[in-house]
């Protein structure tokens, strides 16, 4: 697909929703730039666990999140490795450490006042699939495609046991459903970004489709877009 005009593509939605594996998809299918904004409040826990910045102290989290200078491997990519100050942390990103703490880093007014900015710089360079919570309702808002995916809590269950599997951390499906109940809970009290459907946004449940489905779905919407 052409690359310009620039189409922005917003992809919301809660833990297990699937939203990383479509959103790379997405981006690969249309050649364009994602990014996983997800892995840049990661990113920040990564510095604060480094250099003993506790994630209860949101004006010393705000600090070190202005101190560091974020950047991304390739360039065009910007999920794929992600650098503090140069040095790839890809490898630490989904540490069991930085899954206990990155919702208190995120919840960071500050935080999310510096990675937001970084975010709409990116999501202003032509076409690009950005993913996240809270992408369509405050990033992007006049993005071209807003997508929010769900599942059911089974499905999301499974996807995120098998998520954490890959990245070193085997858990039973109970335990793993009790930490997805959690950020549900979370996310609705407000203790970490708040996940609202965007207006505008196309709700796709992903329960019973696949990778491949909801990627044609996203892409026929981007198609759409572009009056293609
Ligand atoms: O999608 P993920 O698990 O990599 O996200 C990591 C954490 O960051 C999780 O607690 C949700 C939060 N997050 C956020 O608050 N806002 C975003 N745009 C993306 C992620």
Redo the contacts with the bound molecule.
Sequence with gaps: MEDKPGLAIAI?GP?GSG??TVAREVARRLGSMYI???????AV?VAAIRRGVSADDPAALTALARAITLSFDPPSNGGTRVLIDGEDVTSE??SVR??QI??K???APGV?EV?GAL?RSLGSRGTVVM?????GS??LPHAGVKVFLTASMDVRAQRRQMELAASGTPLPLEAVRRIIEE?DR?ATTRE??PLRIAPGAVVIDSTALTVGQVVDQIVALAERARGL
């Design positions: 919301d833990m939203k990383s996983d904004t997800g892995a840049m409040y990661r826990t990103l989904r930085v899954n990155v919702a880093v995120a919840r999310r990675l975010q993913e996240g919570r809270d992408i405050v990033i950020d979370m970490v970004a």
